[in-house]
């Protein structure tokens, strides 16, 4: 068991024939997941890796002929909404938006638009999602993290590398490991991945690290506090970001004083979560 | 991206918004041209990008166009919280009656755009918010939808303007909302929104911030951009598409992604040294883009010892060490540098940087420790 994706996903890549769509599907076909198709308007009949992957113009078609059960999207930021308004009109169950730099207003319209519908998007502006040893979906490098028994859901890319990095070094494995994202607005939250997790038998800890901007971490001690009852290790970054900054994301930044590290970080604590004082110091806490 | 008070009135005034007439001026003499012209009362207000510029003495009031010029002298020689005032807003000054605040913002929890409005307007609304909330009037607005008329009379009954402004109110929040939308902004504000003696409404004040995502299809917004007010190595960074923010400790950083930056700041906090920038070279950084970074970090003088911590994922190591090697050459420093790298190729990054005179770590911990210490023994 895992969550969100597995041997049974069937992953359709949107642009898949741009430079970075096309380097990430041969990552993702050498890692093992089953891509079964590829979108570009404009390129449908071609093939790419050797013939292996077919390409089509719109993903209505893709899903009719390949029976996609997934996407992940590496299209412009221009046209990412349009891409995952696209794979959500084709019934998609579950976007993976990898693309960065979406802008908020198309974001909020984007998340209105799928709570109506039950589809779930990962993302945007994230690394995907990696369960160890079956799929990956994304940019996770899949070389870094180990099959096992923790489930890892994180707002950012690079750090959360280093976390799956520092597990495995310590003996340490994932179940799955979720890319929510670091955008103000987004499809998939903490709180939506803890429950999933709470739910899966394979995930026996979890570990979140989150960040500077929102309240998301706040909600997400609230459901640890009434509902979890599987052990959370927590780290968040941006302790030493001042107010006002935006720390790269577009969701990391302190406003009107709301969002601080410290606050959540009390806010996790109260909830009986372990929080790290730095990335290198969470195999330890887990080992507790 | 945040815009100037004349900026953001010039847009709310091409969406039918009242607003006072004036112009904005360089210097003195201007300043005396645009208050002679408005026929002499006028207010003189500095433009900063920054909040507060009434308590700090940014605004003057003038009764006479004389006045207007001496005024606009020495607000334009002012500082206000760090900010250097370059431009003036000569504006016809307003008979107040009743100062209303109205603005539109997103709410990141409800992921939709939120209509705020409060009959205490004119003083900071966040004040007012953590004092007494019930005062300001909130309405969410579906973005699929779109504000619905019947949302803005709402909003107009429930802060108790008087019925006879109804009809221009509801107008002003359809404009403010369409300038919101068409520009892709995070915050359009109007502070405060006044009923004047002569039973007008008109937008006094303006503040406007873009998403800088959505610059690109914003191309008349992002030229408006005032570089005067960001530091050269801010303006350099976004050239290259680099996330640069300066801070006030010693100890440069180069990182990739934004997590891990924050994450570098926070370990060097934690050792007992202080950042001296947040950096973020993004995925898939090349040769030159990190020499461009590094450029930018050595541009501060307060930097005493640099710290680089890589973790290659789509980013190459190697193509980090090449980039660093580059930089050497042509910037020659002498602060010393302490260089972690792990992740995709990075024995092959280690080796490039074997001759390079540079300490090199294990772990964050071990490079943060390293790099506070080489500040201490300085």
């Not at chain 1, 209505?60 to 959500?88: C, R």
């Not at chain 1, 979890?228 to 030493?240: E, N, R």
């Not at chain 2, 009135?9 to 003499?29: D, L, Q, T």
């Not at chain 2, 960001?230 to 180069?254: F, N, S, W």
């Amino acid at each position: 068991m895992s969550i969100l994706v597995n041997q049974n996903t069937r992953l359709l890549v949107q642009g898949i024939t741009g430079k970075e769509g096309l380097f990430h599907t041969q990552q993702m076909v050498q890692y093992g997941t089953n891509v079964v198709a590829g979108v570009t308007p404009g390129k449908g009949g071609d093939w790419v890796l050797d013939g292996k992957i077919p390409v089509f113009d719109s993903t209505k078609i893709a899903v009719e002929y390949t029976g996609a059960n997934a996407s992940v999207i590496f299209v412009p930021a221009q046209y990412t909404a349009d891409a995952i308004f696209e794979a959500a009109d084709a019934g998609i169950p579950l976007i993976v938006c990898i693309t960065e730099g979406v802008p908020v207003q198309d974001m909020m319209k984007v998340r209105n638009y799928l709570d109506q519908k039950q589809v779930r998007l990962v993302g945007p502006n994230c690394p995907g999602l990696l369960t160890p040893g079956e799929c990956k979906v994304g940019i996770i490098p899949g070389n870094i993290a180990i099959h096992g028994e923790i489930g890892v859901v994180s707002r950012s890319g690079t750090l959360t590398y280093e976390v799956l990095y520092a597990l495995r070094e310590a003996g340490l494995g994932a179940s799955t490991c979720v890319g929510i994202g670091g955008d103000p607005i987004n499809g998939t939250s903490f709180l939506d991945v803890l429950e999933m997790f709470e739910d899966d038998p394979r995930t026996k800890r979890v570990v979140l690290i989150g960040e500077i901007g929102g309240t998301d971490e706040e909600k997400a001690a609230d459901f640890i506090a009434t509902r979890m009852t599987k052990p959370v290790v927590a780290f968040i970054a941006g302790q030493s970001a001042p107010p006002g900054k935006r720390m790269g994301h577009a969701g990391a930044i302190i406003e009107g004083g709301a969002g601080t590290a410290a606050e959540k970080v009390n806010a996790l604590k109260l909830a009986g979560v372990r929080v790290a004082n730095h990335p290198e110091e969470i195999p330890g806490l887990l080992h507790h | 991206m945040k815009l100037h008070e004349y900026q953001s009135k010039a847009i709310f005034a091409n969406y039918g918004i009242p607003i006072p007439r004036g112009r904005v001026a360089e210097n003195a003499a201007e300043a005396r041209a645009i208050a002679e012209e408005l026929g002499g009362r006028v207010v003189v207000k500095s433009q900063v990008l920054v909040g507060g510029r009434g308590k700090a003495g940014g605004i003057r009031l003038a009764k006479t166009a004389e006045e207007a010029e001496t005024v606009a002298a020495q607000l334009l020689g002012m500082t206000i919280k760090g900010l250097a005032v370059r431009r003036v807003l000569v504006d016809e000054a307003a008979n107040i009656e009743t100062e209303i605040y109205l603005g539109i913002t997103n709410d990141r929890a409800a992921r939709k755009p939120v209509i705020m409005a409060s009959a205490a307007g004119g003083v900071d609304i966040e004040e007012i918010a953590r004092q007494s909330p019930e005062k300001i009037f909130k309405v969410h607005v579906d973005p699929l939808l779109g504000l619905r008329e019947y949302q803005a009379r709402d909003i107009a009954a429930c802060i108790d303007i008087p019925r006879e402004y109804w009809k221009s109110f509801i107008a002003i929040t359809r404009g403010l909302w369409w300038a919101y939308c068409e520009t892709d902004a995070t915050l359009a504000e109007i502070n405060p929104l006044v009923i004047t003696a002569n039973h007008q409404l008109i937008a006094l004040d303006g503040k406007m911030v873009i998403d800088d995502n959505a610059l690109f299809r914003r191309p008349a917004i992002a030229s408006l951009r005032d570089v005067d007010e960001d530091t050269e190595a801010e303006v350099e960074a976004r050239k290259h598409g680099l996330a640069y923010i300066q801070l006030e400790g010693q100890i440069g950083c180069m990182v990739n992604g934004a997590g891990l930056a924050m994450a570098t700041m926070d370990m060097i906090k934690l050792q007992g040294g202080e950042p001296a920038n947040f950096l973020d070279i993004g995925g898939g950084a090349g040769a030159d883009k990190v020499a461009a970074a590094f450029r930018i970090i050595l541009s501060d003088p307060k930097v005493r010892a640099v710290l680089i911590n890589i973790f290659g994922g789509i980013t190459r190591c190697d193509e980090v060490a090449r980039g660093i090697l580059m930089a050497m050459t042509d910037v020659k420093s002498t602060i010393p540098m302490v260089v972690r790298l792990a992740g995709t190729n990075a024995e092959e990054g280690r080796n490039l940087l074997r001759n390079a005179q540079m300490i090199t770590a294990e772990t964050l911990f071990e490079a943060a420790q390293k790099a506070v210490a080489l500040v201490e023994g300085a």
